[in-house]
Structures are given as structure tokens and as C-alpha cells.
């Protein structure tokens, strides 16, 4: 077996690692289907990650027409 060699990185512990709060996600593609309409799934997903305390941001990288 080879010798094990140690990382330079530790694994965090709970008690080191702070409290995730913001959940960003994409939007299309992602919570809506190619139509661009939005999964039900997607809504019940995000209302259980808020009744949890986190806040959602929706992002997107489609830009507008100016």
C-alpha cells in the first residue's frame, strides 16, 4: 500500500465552516424547462430551502434587449 500523504488543505469542521445562508441558483435550463416555463418542482424545491431560513437569489445570464 502506498504511504498516505497528508493535504495541504484540512477538511473543514462544522464548528470552522460558517453557515451557508444565500442559495443562488440559474434560472433557465436550470428551474424552467426549454419552453422557459417553471417547474412546480423547482418552486416547492425553493420554498422548502426558505422555510429553512436561507434566502434565494434567482440569476440568469440572458441580457435583456436595451
Request: proline share 16%; aromatic share 0%; hydrophobic share 35%.
Given at each position: 500500500?502506498?504511504?498516505?500523504?497528508?493535504?495541504?488543505?484540512?477538511?473543514?469542521?462544522?464548528?470552522?465552516?460558517?453557515?451557508?445562508?444565500?442559495?443562488?441558483?440559474?434560472?433557465?435550463?436550470?428551474?424552467t424547462d426549454r419552453s422557459r416555463r417553471l417547474d412546480p418542482a423547482a418552486v416547492a424545491a425553493i420554498r422548502a430551502v426558505e422555510d429553512r431560513g436561507l434566502s434565494v437569489v434567482l440569476a440568469t445570464g440572458n441580457v435583456l434587449p436595451v
Open positions: 500500500m502506498a504511504p498516505r500523504i497528508p493535504s495541504a488543505r484540512r477538511p473543514a469542521t462544522d464548528r470552522s465552516r460558517p453557515p451557508i445562508r444565500v442559495l443562488v441558483t440559474d434560472v433557465d435550463g436550470t428551474l
